[in-house]
């Protein structure tokens, strides 16, 4: 895999613990779980870091409203936060609340250092101030009289408070970004930092609030009238965690953040206070800053006002949680919006996770069961044809290297496509070398031994490459083939060879049940037969229309323009859950296509492929795409397979 770094840590933003947490908390934080297990696996030095944001006005809101304590309603709220993480599988190594002394001592610290050199000062405000945002804004930032960032109203306050010299450090930042590419990713989002620090003069920040306003915060160390502002305060928390003013040692083991994850919402926050506070303070950038998309409903926010949040709790329950981190993981391409329904969910787990991945495991385990006598057959070649073996393994570890590139490159949708392809590859396989009908004849152990092997290896590597998105279910079929409950070792990944010859196996069951889905069938009314006109005959050529009895003529089927055609580009149309737009050569020119396939097939897997499309169909828009033919795919149930032709073919071939 790639060069190993010296070192890793991955933080997630501190969420607020005003309310419970919902399918954006459980995103992030599967994500940095799922980035942290890769990284461990390679035997890096890794510090995951999640926690809670605890001050603040929505918190003090929330309290009233409750009728109890700013204290008490973070201390009932974070247990739903650590419970849940309990339930999703979360291996983070430390959890803050910035409600712990040793964050508020180092806040304090940091304020007075800043204070003392002249980098915070006190004045008096005129402004605009979001209670849900927890900031100001002025007059021209407004958009229709609210909040640019929420849409919510505002309201105007004037009050003495204390500021940080943000807008010092505007010429610096715009330089840092420009000369560090990697610092704000993906790049889209650089750039939009850059358009707002180079359209706007950048304003101090205010970074208290007067305890006759709001008393819940941390207390200014140079003025006991005011508390902390919760941006400031919370943003700390990636340095407080690990030492910085406490720990020398640690806080240079572990900063700079190899990688902070945020929402996109949050993306200002992050990547021009963060930056410019720590510049201010004389402390390293962090390597990178990732902004991931929304959760969508349909082309919908997930917002608790419109009642379409996810709970997390409900998925869990409902179809377990290796099976909702491994949606999360997959669904979403880094950086763009995703949409969330549970048609979407149980449509990839069947797909994905029951028919190929499940199936493939029950295939493998059922014959070295029946063959083997139940246990990992021999590995020693013969003197037989191994070639599809060889493919098959060649392939297998073509996709490990490639993991490892493509998780640094936070495509982490892509990485689990492809191991997913190389499931698919396994079951093709199997096919075609046909254990069964090498049993039939007598003189074909051994090739039914290596053949089984082959492909219980390539099994072993695809359960290894899929642990940290489901550590769950990939012990239990490692476990299935005969290697205990041990956790895999990434170096040792490409090694052929690794399961020992004649360990039992056993048969975990249906590592995922097939979900099926009840149809609703609507009854319609009985419509009495309406009376057709009769037509008047053409001559000179025959109808277009099917006969009665629902056949078509000969020359209906010679106007459909079949031809072969190869897949150039794909990707997924944004807010279309089931829709990808591919790019196509048909031999004698390239078209555009809109294929309803997102479900079966990921982008990645479909370029390359030699597909079958119908040439000669009129174009036509789909969510406002333009789609020139059709391709065919076969399916059975919620199974779907593209037709693809036999052989070497190239594009254009006409398809008889």
């Not at 954006?24 to 999640?50: E, K, N």
């Not at 009233?64 to 309990?86: H, M, S, Y």
């Not at 000062?121 to 021209?140: M, N, S």
């Not at 073509?398 to 689990?416: F, T, W």
């Amino acid at each position: 895999m790639s060069e190993k770094p010296s070192k890793y840590y991955v933080t997630t933003p501190i969420y607020y613990v005003n309310d419970k947490p919902h399918i954006g908390h459980s995103y992030t934080t599967i994500l940095a779980d799922v980035l942290a297990s890769y990284h461990r696996l390679l035997g890096i030095p890794t510090h995951f870091l999640t926690g809670t944001d605890e001050h603040g006005q929505k918190v003090q809101q929330a309290a009233d409203a409750n009728g109890i304590t700013p204290q008490e309603q973070c201390d009932q709220t974070v247990v739903r936060f650590q419970e849940l993480w309990k339930r999703l599988e979360i291996q983070n190594d430390d959890f803050i609340r910035t409600t712990e002394e040793r964050h508020k001592t180092v806040v304090q610290q940091t304020l007075q250092e800043l204070f003392d050199r002249d980098e915070i000062y006190k004045a008096e405000y005129e402004g605009w101030y979001c209670v849900g945002c927890e900031r100001f804004f002025t007059e021209k930032d407004l958009t229709e009289g609210n909040c640019p960032e929420c849409g919510r109203p505002v309201d105007k306050i004037i009050e003495s408070n204390y500021f940080f010299r943000m807008s010092k450090y505007q010429d610096w930042l715009i330089d840092y970004i420009e000369t560090h590419p990697d610092f704000i990713q993906p790049s889209f989002r650089a750039n939009e930092t850059l358009g707002f620090l180079k359209n706007k003069e950048l304003q101090d920040l205010c970074i208290s609030r007067p305890k006759s306003r709001l008393a819940w915060g941390i207390e200014l160390p140079f003025d006991s009238d005011f508390v902390t502002y919760v941006w400031f305060d919370a943003l700390i928390n990636y340095i407080s965690a690990v030492g910085y003013k406490s720990d020398e040692e640690q806080f240079n083991k572990w900063w700079p953040a190899s990688c902070q994850l945020i929402g996109k919402d949050i993306l200002t926050t992050h990547t021009v206070y963060w930056p410019t506070m720590l510049k201010a303070m004389n402390v390293a950038m962090p390597e990178s800053i990732f902004a991931h998309g929304w959760w969508l409903t349909g082309r919908t926010k997930m917002s608790k006002s419109l009642g379409n949040v996810v709970n997390p709790m409900d998925m869990i329950d409902s179809y377990g949680v290796d099976a909702f981190r491994y949606f999360l993981i997959a669904e979403m391409t880094l950086g763009q919006d995703a949409s969330f329904t549970e048609e979407a969910f149980v449509k990839r787990y069947n797909a994905d996770l029951a028919n190929d991945l499940g199936n493939v495991t029950n295939r493998v385990l059922n014959m070295i069961s029946r063959y083997c006598d139940n246990k990992v057959p021999a590995s020693a070649k013969g003197d037989f044809d191994t070639g599809l073996e060889d493919a098959l393994w060649k392939e297998t570890v073509e996709v490990a290297d490639e993991m490892g590139p493509m998780i640094g490159n936070m495509k982490l949708d892509a990485s689990v496509g492809l191991v997913m392809t190389a499931v698919r590859k396994i079951n093709v396989y199997l096919q075609e070398r046909a254990p069964w009908s090498l049993a039939k004849e007598e003189g074909n152990e051994a090739r039914i031994a290596y053949c089984l092997y082959t492909a219980a290896e390539c099994l072993r590597v695809c359960a290894a490459l899929l642990f940290p998105v489901m550590p769950e279910k990939m012990l239990a079929l490692r476990t299935a083939l005969g290697m205990g409950d041990a956790k895999p070792q990434l170096d040792k990944l490409t090694q052929f060879g690794v399961l020992t010859a004649g360990s039992e196996i056993s048969q975990p069951g249906a590592l995922f049940p097939r979900i099926e889905v009840e149809k609703k069938e609507e009854k319609k009314p009985a419509e009495k037969p309406k009376k057709q006109k009769q037509q008047p005959k053409k001559s000179g050529g025959t109808t277009p229309s099917s006969s009665a009895d629902g056949l078509i003529t000969f020359d209906q089927v010679m106007a459909v323009n079949l031809k072969t055609a190869v897949v150039l580009e794909a990707e997924k149309i944004e807010g279309a859950d089931k829709l990808l737009k591919l790019q196509i050569d048909l031999g004698d020119e390239k078209r555009q296509l809109v294929a309803g396939i997102a479900l079966h097939y990921t982008p990645e897997e479909l370029v390359g492929k030699t597909i079958v499309v119908v040439a000669n169909l009129k174009p036509a828009k789909l969510r406002g795409v333009k789609s020139e033919g059709m391709l065919l795919a076969a399916s059975i149930g919620d199974d779907l397979r593209l037709v693809t032709v036999e052989g070497e073919l190239g594009p254009g071939a006409a398809v008889k």
